[in-house]
């Protein structure tokens, strides 16, 4: 809700205040259409010339993401804790063959079925099945596995940010192509020396729509857009590092409840769940296993 409140306020208060300051809004809106398809179109064309067919989906699916918010919500972190700990508490009593046709169809997993977000999360199922299979595997070292973590998390962040470092990429040049813009304006208005004034200064202001363009949109609009799905794509990144975090725990020899607090501290504030309400999480499916 808060992303079109944002781009409302700030086209209201630009143009708004133009307008209230005196501004004659129809020279603006009479050069607009031509100025936004050199800026735009040339924005985007750079834009295509540096991405490939991933690149193109992964922005289109950034739009949607700048509305909906965050992947992971609290109940999201709750599930996969509580996976944790069930998968935690198994490899303690029954080892790890116990797990091992849960990881290998995950999809048809009677453990995994209880927990739906998670199930439906491919990326997510992956990755926890590659870490058990590893301890399946009997690769219990912890210092390997966090090491081998950390770098599939620097290549996952990575790919997260593609899209957002391409619209930032975009955003730093759109001055320039507000400059781009506004030069062949005052070239086209070079060409029209011998106008009366009133008509030269009419095309001297078009020209400078271009810049005017260029730098609003930049900071006005693809910027604070690109930093938006930045900050999306870290905060979906805790996830992956609570999984981390309670995996290492696990492997230190800590008990599954202290693994899965591990794993609840790194989590962002915001969407963290309490002590109680992991434990009562924890409880509930415990005692539903148990019936």
């Known amino acids: 809700m808060l992303v079109p409140i944002g781009f409302v306020v700030v086209l209201s208060c630009v143009f708004g205040g ?134 599939e998390l620097g290549v996952i962040s990575e790919e997260l940010h593609h899209g957002s470092h391409a619209l930032q990429t975009v955003a730093d040049g759109l001055p320039a192509l507000g400059i781009v813009a506004a030069v062949l304006g005052v070239i086209k208005t070079m060409g029209s020396i011998d106008q009366p004034p009133a008509i030269l200064g009419e095309m001297i202001g078009s020209a400078l729509v271009g810049t005017f363009l260029g730098v609003f949109l930049s900071y006005g609009i693809v910027g604070p857009f690109a930093s938006k799905v930045k900050g999306i794509h870290d905060s979906d990144c805790k996830y992956y590092h609570a999984i981390r975090a309670a995996f290492i725990a696990h492997l230190n020899g800590s008990q599954p409840a202290i693994a899965v607090e591990f794993g609840r501290k790194v989590i962002a504030d915001t969407v963290r769940p309490s002590f109680a309400e992991l434990d009562e999480a924890v409880t509930s499916i415990g005692q539903s296993k148990a019936a």
């Open 18 to 151: 133009y307008w209230l300051g005196g501004g004659h809004l129809e020279v603006v809106l009479h050069a607009l259409p031509l100025e936004f398809m050199v800026i735009g179109g040339a924005g985007i064309g750079a834009f295509l010339i540096s991405s490939d067919g991933h690149l193109l989906k992964e922005t289109a699916r950034n739009f949607k993401l700048v509305f909906a918010g965050p992947k992971y919500k609290k109940a999201h972190y709750i599930e996969i804790l509580t996976l944790l700990f069930l998968i935690f508490k198994t490899l303690k009593t029954k080892g790890p063959k116990a797990i091992e046709k849960d990881i290998e169809a995950p999809h048809e997993s009677e453990l995994f079925k209880s927990f739906p977000l998670f199930q439906k999360d491919h990326h997510a199922v992956t990755f926890v099945c590659d870490y058990l299979r590893l301890i399946v595997l009997r690769v219990e070292n912890p210092l390997e596995i966090d090491a081998l973590m950390e770098q």
